[in-house]
């Protein structure tokens, strides 16, 4: 039996929710990355990288390769910076409709 379409999109953006899945895939975006460039660009644990690491190959939005002795990760799916891309002008327009509210919110009420 397959499994209906929202809930599939809902299984993906669980997976696109911890803070550090979303900034792996964003570095990764941009170019592909060996471990230790992850680390230094992420305040992570090793371990707890290896973990966002393995959720997102698990579920195939990233993959990995071996070069000269180092893991080299890469964004399988490149949807994924427009989806990226997308989310930061969505957070935009609702900070400017947030921004709009604010004289409201803020006045005193008598």
Do not use: C, W
């Amino acid at each position: 039996m397959s499994v209906p379409l929202y809930q599939a999109k809902a299984e993906f953006f669980r997976t696109l929710g911890h803070p550090a899945r979303i900034r792996i895939l964003e570095l990764l975006s941009d170019r592909d990355h060996a471990v230790h460039e992850l680390l230094a660009e992420i305040a992570i644990e090793p371990s707890n990288l290896s973990q966002q690491l393995a959720v997102l190959r698990r579920t195939g939005l990233v993959a990995s390769r071996r070069y000269d002795g180092e893991v080299i990760y890469s964004v399988s799916v490149p949807e994924v910076r427009d989806l990226l891309v997308a989310a930061r002008q969505i957070l935009g327009v609702m900070a400017a409709s947030q921004a709009d509210l604010e004289p409201e919110l803020t006045r005193d009420i008598r």
